[in-house]
């Protein structure tokens, strides 16, 4: 039989696809690499050609969901067609954003044991779309949606806590509490822009 040579990075990928697959049915915890091997059909030692353990495959799922979150944020921001404001409802609630950060793997990530790999997610994620949220706020600016510039630190802030508070899995908020840190974050941006109270309503009601 003709051994099939396969490209490093094809072979790479269909790891990543049979562990993730993996992952989402029997649960990370559960998932062994002898598991993920035989999913994957490949020998042991092809395993660890790629990967020295099952976490590493887990930062890898990772980078590629930063990576399609720049591309598709970028995509909007540099969008014409869109006005500001536009432009920040997909960014904060849009439901292409959805396709691009599995909410399976963000689970994986947030638990206990891969606490060191989701606070260096919530660092790429920050340094990567805080500037493209800026961007967008500096256009509501030159359409008069703004009065005032607001600064890419102050994008940070408010992503860093957001995320902290939010998103990290640290605090078990009811929906009726997240929904009024929400409103403060609303409330806080638009002070801060001088825009028009409910300019960013958009960011409470179409969100979970």
Known sequence: MTRIVKDPEIR?????????KLFEKEGYTNTSVEAIIKEAGIAKGTFYYYFKAKQDILGAIVENTVVQVKEYFTSIVNNQNLSS????????????????????????????????LQEELNIQTIKIIAPLITKVFEQGFKEGIFKVKISVESIQLILAGS????????????????KVFLQEIQKIL?????????TLSFIVSHSK
């Open 190 to 198: 638009e002070q801060i822009t001088g825009a028009k109270a409910g």
């Open 12 to 20: 790479r990928q269909e790891i990543m696809i049979a562990a993730q």
């Open 163 to 178: 995320q902290f508070l939010l998103d990290s899995g640290l605090f078990e908020w009811s929906t009726q509490k997240r």
């Open 85 to 116: 404001i536009d432009k920040l409802k997909e960014i904060f609630v849009g439901s292409k954003k959805q396709e691009k950060i599995n909410p399976s793997v963000m689970e994986i990530v947030h638990l206990p044991e891969n606490r060191e």
